[in-house]
C-alpha cells in the first residue's frame, strides 16, 4: 500500500490540471483586438476642425462650429448666439480672415464664398457642380437669439480642394435666399470665424455645443421639437451625394 501512498498525490495533481484553460494562450491579444475591429469597437477617434465665430461690428453673436469628417462627407455641428429671431445664412468664405474689408465692411477680409470649383451659388442639398463648397444654407435663431443643431454635408471636405480648414465660416444678418448670385443676398456679415484643425473629433464640441462655447457663454441646449437646423440642409441628403 505505501507506493500507492507515495503516488497519490501526484495523481491528484494531475486530475485538478486535466481540462483546466491556458491562461496565457497563445495568440489572445491578437484574437481580441481582431474581435474588437469586427464589432466596431475599435478605436475610430479621428481629427476634425472648428471656427470660433466672434462677433463683427456691433453684432453680439458668438458660439461655435464644428466639422467632423464622417464617411462620404462631413457632419457640421453648430452652436450660435447673439442673432436676431429669425433665419441667417451661413456659408465658408474663401479667406481665413475677418478683418474689415478695403471699404470697411466687418468682415470684408473673409473674401467671397469658398468656390473652388467655379460652380454658381446654390442651396446644401445640390450636387458638387451646382452651388458653392462653402454653401451651407441658413441657420435659424429663436425668439432667445440662439441657433444650435448638426447636419451632414457631402460636399465640403477638411483637406484637399475642396478643405476648408484656413478658410473662414461667416454667419450673416438676414437670410440666404439659396438662388440670388453671387451670395443668395444675406445681407451684411455679424459674426465670423476660420476653421483650425482640433485634433481628436471628441473634443471639438458636442451636438448641443455644451463646453465648446466661449468662456462664460451660457449653454444652448437641443433644438425644440420640429425646429429645422438649417434650410435646406444636410438632413435630407444624401452621404455620398455629389461627391
Given at each position: 500500500m505505501r507506493p500507492l501512498a507515495l503516488l497519490l498525490p501526484f495523481l491528484l495533481a494531475a486530475c485538478a490540471n486535466e481540462g483546466a484553460p491556458d491562461s496565457t494562450p497563445a495568440g489572445t491579444?491578437?484574437?481580441a483586438d481582431s474581435m474588437a475591429d469586427a464589432a466596431g469597437m475599435?478605436?475610430?477617434t479621428g481629427v476634425a476642425a472648428r471656427a470660433t465665430i466672434q462677433p463683427l461690428g456691433d453684432a453680439g453673436v458668438s458660439g461655435t462650429v464644428t466639422f467632423t469628417p464622417a464617411e462620404g462627407g462631413v457632419q457640421v455641428t453648430y452652436a450660435l448666439d447673439g442673432l436676431t429671431p429669425g433665419r441667417h445664412g451661413f456659408h465658408v468664405h474663401q479667406n481665413?480672415?475677418?478683418g474689415p474689408g478695403p471699404d470697411g465692411a466687418p468682415g470684408g477680409a473673409a473674401g467671397e464664398h469658398f468656390a473652388p470649383l467655379?460652380?454658381?451659388h446654390g442651396a446644401p442639398a445640390d450636387s458638387v457642380g451646382q452651388r458653392h463648397v462653402g454653401d451651407l444654407g441658413n441657420v435659424e435663431a429663436g425668439a432667445d437669439g440662439r441657433a444650435a443643431g448638426t447636419f451632414f454635408d457631402a460636399v465640403v471636405a477638411l483637406e484637399g480642394e475642396r478643405g476648408i480648414v484656413g478658410k473662414a465660416v461667416v454667419v450673416h444678418t438676414g437670410e440666404d435666399d439659396l438662388t440670388t448670385q453671387?451670395?443668395?443676398d444675406a445681407g451684411d456679415r455679424v459674426g465670423c470665424g476660420v476653421v483650425e484643425m482640433t485634433g481628436a473629433a471628441g473634443t471639438a464640441g458636442t451636438a448641443t455645443g455644451a463646453g465648446a462655447l466661449p468662456p462664460g457663454h451660457?449653454?444652448?441646449g437641443d433644438l425644440p421639437p420640429g425646429h429645422p437646423p438649417i434650410d435646406g440642409a444636410g438632413a435630407g441628403t444624401t452621404p455620398g451625394?455629389?461627391?
Amino acid at each position: 500500500m505505501r507506493p500507492l501512498a507515495l503516488l497519490l498525490p501526484f495523481l491528484l495533481a494531475a486530475c485538478a490540471n486535466e481540462g483546466a484553460p491556458d491562461s496565457t494562450p497563445a495568440g489572445t491579444a491578437a484574437e481580441a483586438d481582431s474581435m474588437a475591429d469586427a464589432a466596431g469597437m475599435a478605436d475610430t477617434t479621428g481629427v476634425a476642425a472648428r471656427a470660433t465665430i466672434q462677433p463683427l461690428g456691433d453684432a453680439g453673436v458668438s458660439g461655435t462650429v464644428t466639422f467632423t469628417p464622417a464617411e462620404g462627407g462631413v457632419q457640421v455641428t453648430y452652436a450660435l448666439d447673439g442673432l436676431t429671431p429669425g433665419r441667417h445664412g451661413f456659408h465658408v468664405h474663401q479667406n481665413g480672415d475677418c478683418g474689415p474689408g478695403p471699404d470697411g465692411a466687418p468682415g470684408g477680409a473673409a473674401g467671397e464664398h469658398f468656390a473652388p470649383l467655379g460652380s454658381p451659388h446654390g442651396a446644401p442639398a445640390d450636387s458638387v457642380g451646382q452651388r458653392h463648397v462653402g454653401d451651407l444654407g441658413n441657420v435659424e435663431a429663436g425668439a432667445d437669439g440662439r441657433a444650435a443643431g448638426t447636419f451632414f454635408d457631402a460636399v465640403v471636405a477638411l483637406e484637399g480642394e475642396r478643405g476648408i480648414v484656413g478658410k473662414a465660416v461667416v454667419v450673416h444678418t438676414g437670410e440666404d435666399d439659396l438662388t440670388t448670385q453671387p451670395s443668395g443676398d444675406a445681407g451684411d456679415r455679424v459674426g465670423c470665424g476660420v476653421v483650425e484643425m482640433t485634433g481628436a473629433a471628441g473634443t471639438a464640441g458636442t451636438a448641443t455645443g455644451a463646453g465648446a462655447l466661449p468662456p462664460g457663454h451660457p449653454p444652448i441646449g437641443d433644438l425644440p421639437p420640429g425646429h429645422p437646423p438649417i434650410d435646406g440642409a444636410g438632413a435630407g441628403t444624401t452621404p455620398g451625394e455629389g461627391q
